[in-house]
């Protein structure tokens, strides 16, 4: 199988992985992932997201993979969920839990995708957590071998990964694909949300989805919150999870990660929620 050079993961001083490639470096940032709980939000995960730069000017992450030939993202696209991995080691014990994104264009070959969750499986093990711990959130992009995708998810599966549809209502993450891989969760596009938020008749067509979703056993995550209003709202919806910069803003992984994250559980007493349980 031809792949790119390996990324250059190293370690730095504060406990961060870093990753350069091409004169670029790749970075991790965390975003927590909040569900609603007895009229509480309480963080239940964090999504892992590129962060790019190069000579220090930040680098929109679509600039950075329009670079790449096709072979090139497949190859280097696995690559940087080890560097995430990694990184979770700096998130707070008991709070490892995270959504990392799977383009579904790595399904349409299998010789590639195999060896690749095997290393993600390796990656897991030595930061000490389980594919239990992860939703792997399959990308809005276009495939042509549905099949494949379907496969590719089973295999997901069979691994005991939690699989999410990312980007509901956006490109191929439409209601075709939800029924083609039922999965655990539905990430709703933040558009999509911002649409639907801003009229009434928007609003009860939320409801509608969320409510038929939770039916066939899904969740549902409700992405890009930016304003305080859009909080009630959501909950209201009947959406199990919350996501977006009113809530809690990207964060790029380093030692500081727990003391972070600990200012946004409620102060309470009780077992920590795990998302494998609440996302079943």
Same mark, same amino acid.
Not at 31 to 54: D, I, M, N, Y
Not at 97 to 114: G, M, T, Y
Not at 238 to 261: E, N
């Given at each position: ?14 406990? /961060? ?17 909040? *569900? ?31 670079? +790449?030939? /096709? ?25 490892? *839990? ?19 969750? *095997? ?14 711990? #992860? ?10 071998d549905n099949e494949a995708l379907k496969r590719f998810v089973w295999e997901l599966r069979a691994r005991g990964y939690l699989v999410a549809v990312d980007d509901f209502g956006a490109r191929a993450s439409r209601m075709e694909r939800v029924r083609m891989l039922t999965p655990d969760i539905v990430k709703f596009d933040n558009r999509l949300v911002k649409r ?21 056993? #899904? ?13 009630? +709202? ?24 727990? /003391?972070?994250?600990?200012?946004? *559980?409620? /102060? ?13």
């Open positions: 199988m031809t792949r790119v050079p390996n990324l250059q993961i190293e370690r730095r001083d504060g406990g /961060a992985f870093v990753a350069r490639h091409a004169g670029f470096v790749l970075q991790t940032a965390f975003q927590p992932v909040f *569900r609603f709980e007895k009229g509480r939000l309480v963080p239940v995960a964090c999504e892992a997201l590129l962060r790019v730069t190069r000579d220090d000017v930040p680098i929109v992450n679509d600039a950075f993979f329009s670079g +790449l030939g /096709a072979d090139d993202f497949l190859a280097l696209e696995p690559q940087l969920r080890t560097l995430h991995v990694r990184n979770a080691r700096n998130l707070p014990s008991g709070q490892r *839990r995270l959504f990392l994104n799977f383009d579904p264009r790595i399904a349409e070959n299998a010789s590639r995708f195999e060896p690749d969750l *095997r290393e993600l499986g390796e990656e897991l093990r030595a930061t000490g957590l389980s594919p239990a711990d #992860i939703v792997c959130e399959i990308t809005e992009a276009e495939t042509v639907l938020m801003s009229t009434d008749s928007g609003v009860g067509t939320l409801r509608v989805l969320v409510e038929r979703f939770r039916r066939d056993g #899904i969740q549902c995550v409700l992405e890009g919150l930016e304003a305080l209003w859009e909080i009630g +709202l959501a909950e209201s919806t009947g959406a199990t999870m919350v996501q977006g910069f009113v809530l809690a803003a990207p964060r790029l992984a380093g030692p500081d990660l727990a /003391a972070w994250i600990a200012q946004y *559980r409620p /102060a309470r007493g009780g077992d920590d929620i795990r998302l494998a349980r609440s996302v079943r």
